[in-house]
């Protein structure tokens, strides 16, 4: 049980588009998704907090117009990275929190690894 | 805010032999501590957690244990297979589905 999932697991753009990234929650409903930047040899870095059916809270640094966030239903968030530069390169990682039984921990999807060229 | 440190930031040991990874955090109201596995290309995986209300939790080869006086937890392996090879990360939080607050990360290198 737990399982998160991510699409797309890589993809490569041209610097200038959008990208979105989808993070669903497989075998549970999630009140809460998380979601996660993470750089070569580094520890995750929170980017934004999503809940269902609310604005997504954004960490500080974070750019909210740039970075779009989207909790359409409690098995579904969306990230957007609009307008994307090759500092944007690096590896997404959504997680999700429960609304039953182990509401408590954050279960992670497979990570999404974008190249802006 | 909260702090949390982790060390080793390396550890290799051989095969069949134990490995303890040890972080220590800073606020005295955390009370969820979560260990992850992270391997190459991957997302993290939860693999043990622990409340403040418990001293110890096994679960296997893996154990964690938790000093709140101290503020600090470890993860102990034992009996390492090569498959242990990843990067583990401890996390530390307050109350159900408040911010993980992540460690450094350790790479854990088991030689066959």
């Known amino acids: 049980g737990a399982v998160v999932s991510q699409h797309p697991s890589r993809v490569i753009c041209k610097s200038g588009t959008s990208v979105k990234i989808e993070c669903r929650s497989l075998?549970?409903?999630?009140?809460?998704m998380f979601w996660y930047r993470q750089f070569p040899k580094k520890s995750l870095m929170l980017m934004a907090t999503s809940n269902e059916g609310s604005k997504a809270t954004y960490e500080q640094g974070v750019e909210k117009d740039k970075f779009l966030i989207n909790h359409a239903s409690l098995t579904l968030s969306t990230l957007t990275v609009t307008s994307a530069h090759p500092e944007d390169s690096s590896f997404y990682i959504c997680s999700a929190r429960g609304a039953g039984g182990r509401t408590d921990t954050q279960y992670f999807g497979p990570g999404t690894r974008l190249t802006v060229l | 805010g909260e702090n949390v440190e982790q060390h080793p930031s390396t550890l290799s040991v051989q095969e069949g032999d134990s490995a303890v990874i040890k972080c220590t955090y800073s606020?005295?109201?955390?009370?969820?501590f979560p260990w992850y596995k992270q391997e190459l290309g991957k997302g993290p995986q939860l693999i043990i957690d622990?409340?403040?209300?418990?001293g110890e939790k096994k679960d296997q080869r893996i154990a964690v244990t938790l000093n709140k006086t101290a503020k600090h937890f470890s993860l102990h392996i034992t009996e390492t297979q090569p498959e242990d090879s990843a990067v583990y990360f401890c996390?530390?939080?307050?109350?159900?589905?408040?911010?993980?607050?992540f460690g450094t990360g350790t790479s854990l290198t088991v030689i066959p």
């Open positions: 606020d005295s109201a955390s009370n969820y």
């Open positions: 075998d549970f409903q999630a009140t809460t």
């Open positions: 996390a530390a939080s307050k109350n159900t589905g408040n911010q993980f607050y």
């Open positions: 622990i409340r403040s209300n418990v």
